[in-house]
């Protein structure tokens, strides 16, 4: 028996007809991205919903599918198909009304069994954050990771890749959810971390190999990363956006929403500050997910690493923190320049702040 | 009846320097005719007209006679009106109006108009500078090239405003009226731009000065309108007085690139290229080459505003000079070398929309291609990054103590200087930034907590060897400062928050 059995030919047919239909479902959306239910049709009904004008074609490619070609070439791309007949398949998924049927992996399959048995949060947001954005998922990520809480996300730009490298960092293990093929990087500038995730944990889509993104597909992949979670947290986000969609399958499916807190002059932090209005949980650290995920106390977060600081340059720290420059944390620490330099250079030596490559510095995220 | 031959000694301006151009004047009887050879280009050419006229029109004979004149050495290409005094003087020595005694060593540079009046020439001090060389005793030159002619020693310099006075003097019946230089202006700096009126930016001046002690290339990243170019402004204000023979050098640049006031510039130049400018006007070069704005630079500062605008190939085209500090250009069969020893002061933003960190909506992707803008192999150059921020308002107003002068800053530089000079004797070195590899790790004593220090950021902070080196040369300016003889753990660590280490992963 080869791996890719993990699915039935039923289910591996249906998730081919959303292959070839994928491109026409974009079409007959036009500008919208979502579609709700149809993806939860039949597959009668689907192809009859979205194939127009190709139906007679799209029914004979269809008619030709084979389910022992199918496989033979999910080996060759090294995916494994997971469908919802299988006792891997995550149960917490099975709550969507429209479930993806088969789950096609890329990485380590034991990431399955731990979805299934232990919670997971997703940390989503912005493709655009601030360093600010950047600072706090790449923390939730690495303290969620180090406390053995799964993180998913979905391998974007910004939030979502800081939130999956913070993860790898802590020693966890990531779950990135595609819009695509689960072997394709996308976007391609994230191939090393593609790589990275499946090595240490799981690249999954509802989409066969060879399938590359749409427009509905993101929102489709996101309603899958908030069907994986008990816990939704968006870090940064506009308002409106694509996290903000994925906060909404969360609440839908009655699991926890949770924001992290921004400037209310930013526009990045419209999103999450209007979710917190609504009642999200409010994240000011990697304590208030644990605090939410298993009750309060329950898992205390991991200590810093770093070292303690000593009395004098704690001033400096506590400034760093706030943002400030060189000459404002020379003001408040009362330093001169050449002081706060060597002060910092100090810091930077202990681990507490790393260099934001242009001449500033940041706190480490911890 | 035989012919007469007379030779006249100019010399004519290449790149920076001149070479000696011998002007033979040969007038024999046959129809009359006015032939010019030795490779002339147009103006040279058109000089035979404003020579006739100008000869006539200064109540002098034109001889109506076959004449023929060579520029020597014929192989070389000539450029230029400089010449016309020098052919007319030949034709008067070679047609007996003055005596051919006359012009043994004496070098003429001038452009003639045609009523014979003098007018000057670029590069007036370079052709001095080559005639006192060739052994000249003194220089025939129009009145307003003459006091910068006059600022080379040992040469006998007049001027003169027209065709006949050149003629009248030439037969030793005038009295020759010597130039003396302009005369070198008191030691005032009054009109500088004071390091006191910038307020706040104490860490940005701090990096000023540093720059300023050691010769280092400096980096300013910030938004827009919070004071860089105006800091920059400043830093001539701050470097040592150029001593005389800087200062020569400094005039002969300018001089040549037809920018000369005619007197010594006694004030370091600063020069700030609009980021249009092509590589060559940054470099130099050009069919007849002229000094670039590295040149003109030289022993002063260069300043790059919006440095990831500048075009990609004239910012790689600056790698060279900022390495050897000379321009090297090919022209035909002959290699030219410009001097190009500024400090460079560059400046950029953090992201293409500029806004501070709040403000901005760039996305990744937007900043990585801005980075990417910025040529590498310049960054490699620039041994300190500075953050500049915008001054909180406050502050701004007046409130807060007021920096140091500019003096008082200069102070501290000179005396870091001269440590340096004491310790570079004898290397082509003139100061901590000019220091190669080798030389750093042979001229720079580190104390044991320091090496150290250095040894821990190699393997922290993934400081590379050339990297480690720009550390160590910025420690030891800092040291030279603080007036230590050896560079101390503290030194160090200052100079590793300037270092521009990790761009390479950053703009990758």
């Known amino acids: 028996m080869t791996r890719s059995a993990e699915a039935c030919d039923t289910c591996l047919r249906r998730s081919r007809l959303l292959a070839h239909l994928a491109p026409r479902i974009t079409g007959m959306l036009g500008r919208r991205v979502r579609a709700p239910g149809l993806l939860a049709l039949s597959d009668h009904d689907l192809l009859a919903a979205a194939a127009g004008e190709q139906y007679e074609q799209l029914q004979e490619r269809i008619g030709a599918f084979t389910a022992a070609a199918e496989r033979r070439s999910l080996d060759e791309a090294g995916v494994v198909a997971v469908c919802g007949h299988s006792a891997l398949y995550p149960v917490s998924l099975m709550e969507l009304p429209d479930a993806p049927t088969t789950l096609f992996c890329v990485g380590r399959m034991d990431t399955l069994a731990s979805l299934r048995d232990e919670p997971a949060v997703a940390v989503v947001g912005t493709r655009r954050p601030s360093p600010y954005g950047n600072e706090v998922a790449y923390g939730l990520g690495r303290g969620l990771g180090a406390s053995g809480v799964t993180v998913v996300s979905g391998l974007a730009l910004g939030i979502d890749a800081t939130s999956h490298r913070g993860c790898l960092d802590g020693g966890g293990v990531p779950v990135a959810v595609l819009a695509c093929g689960p072997e394709r990087a996308y976007p391609l500038r994230h191939r090393t971390l593609h790589g990275r995730v499946a090595a240490s944990g799981l690249v999954l889509s509802e989409l066969p190999p060879g399938t590359g993104a749409h427009r509905w597909s993101f929102p489709a992949r996101n309603r899958i990363m908030a069907g994986l979670a008990r816990m939704t947290v968006v870090v940064e986000a506009a308002d409106p956006s694509g996290s903000l969609i994925t906060a909404e399958f969360a609440r839908d499916l009655g699991r926890a929403v949770a924001a992290v807190p921004g400037r209310i002059t930013a526009s990045m932090a419209q999103g999450t500050n209007g979710l917190l209005r609504d009642g999200a949980v409010p994240v000011t650290g990697v304590s208030d997910v644990l605090d939410e995920l298993f009750g309060v106390g329950v898992r205390p977060a991991p200590t810093a690493v770093a070292a303690p600081v000593g009395p004098d340059l704690r001033s400096v720290l506590e400034a760093v923190e706030a943002g400030c420059g060189v000459d404002e944390i020379g003001t408040r620490a009362g330093l001169a320049a050449s002081d706060v330099r060597v002060a910092l250079a100090r810091l930077e030596a202990a681990g507490h702040i790393i260099r934001g490559g242009l001449g500033g510095w940041e706190r480490r995220a911890v | 009846m035989p012919s007469v031959l007379a030779s006249v000694s100019t010399f004519a301006l290449e790149g920076v320097r001149s070479h000696r151009v011998t002007v033979e004047v040969d007038v024999r009887r046959g129809l009359p005719a006015f032939t010019l050879v030795g490779l002339p280009d147009r103006a040279v050419r058109e000089s035979r007209e404003r020579v006739r006229a100008a000869v006539q029109n200064s109540r002098l004979d ?447």
Not at chain 2, 182 to 193: I, K, S, T, V, Y
Not at chain 2, 377 to 405: I, K, Y
Not at chain 2, 421 to 447: F, H, I, Q
């Open chain 2, 62 to 508: 034109f001889p109506m006679k076959r004449l023929t004149v060579n520029l020597a050495p014929a192989h070389v290409r000539k450029a230029g009106p400089g010449f016309d005094l020098a052919i007319a003087v030949g034709l008067l020595a070679a047609s007996g109006q003055v005596p051919c005694e006359s012009l043994v060593s004496t070098a003429v540079s001038g452009e003639l108009s045609l009523s014979g009046e003098l007018r000057g020439v670029r590069g007036t001090l370079a052709a001095a500078m080559g005639a006192r060389e060739a052994g000249c005793e003194r220089m025939l030159v129009a009145h307003e090239n003459a006091s910068e002619a006059a600022l080379v020693e040992g040469l006998r310099v007049i001027g003169a405003g027209d065709l006949h006075e050149i003629a009248v003097l030439l037969r030793g019946e005038g009295e020759p009226e010597q130039a003396s230089d302009a005369g070198a202006p008191a030691e005032d700096r009054a009109g500088e731009l004071d390091l006191r009126d910038v307020r706040g930016q104490d860490d940005a001046k701090r990096a000023l000065e540093i720059a300023a002690a050691g010769g280092h290339n400096l980096l300013m990243v910030g938004p827009p309108g919070v004071g860089k170019t105006m800091l920059a402004r400043r830093l001539p204000g701050i470097l040592p007085a150029p001593g005389l023979d800087e200062a020569l050098e400094i005039t002969q640049m300018h001089s040549a690139a037809g920018l000369g006031s005619g007197a010594l510039m006694r004030e370091r130049p600063f020069r700030a290229p609009h980021h249009t400018i092509s590589a060559q006007g940054l470099v130099g070069g050009g069919g007849l080459p002229r000094p670039g704005e590295v040149t003109l630079a030289h022993r002063g500062v260069l300043f790059l505003d919006e440095l990831a605008e500048f075009s990609r190939m004239a910012l790689d085209a600056l790698r060279q000079p900022l390495e050897e500090g000379r321009v090297h250009i090919m022209r035909g069969q002959r290699a030219l070398e410009f001097p190009a020893n500024p400090v460079l002061v560059a400046a950029c933003n953090r992201c293409p929309c500029g806004r501070g960190s709040e403000r901005c909506r760039c996305s990744q992707a937007d900043r990585d291609r801005y980075l990417r803008r910025l040529s590498l192999p310049l960054l490699d150059r620039l041994d300190l990054v500075c953050e500049v921020r915008a001054v909180p308002p406050l502050e701004l107003a007046g409130a807060g103590p007021q920096g140091p002068s500019s003096a008082a800053v200069r102070k501290r530089v000179m005396a870091a200087r001269r440590r340096q000079t004491k310790r570079l004797e004898g290397t082509t070195a003139l100061c901590n930034g000019d220091m190669d590899g080798r030389l750093t790790r042979r001229r720079v004593s580190v104390d044991g907590d320091a090496v150290a220090r250095l040894i821990a950021a190699r393997e922290s902070a993934n400081l590379s060897g050339r990297g480690h080196d720009r550390v160590l040369r910025v420690a030891r300016t800092i040291a030279d400062l603080g007036g230590r003889a050896r560079v101390h753990a503290r030194d160090v660590e200052e100079a590793l928050t300037y270092r521009l280490d990790g761009w390479e992963q950053l703009a990758a």
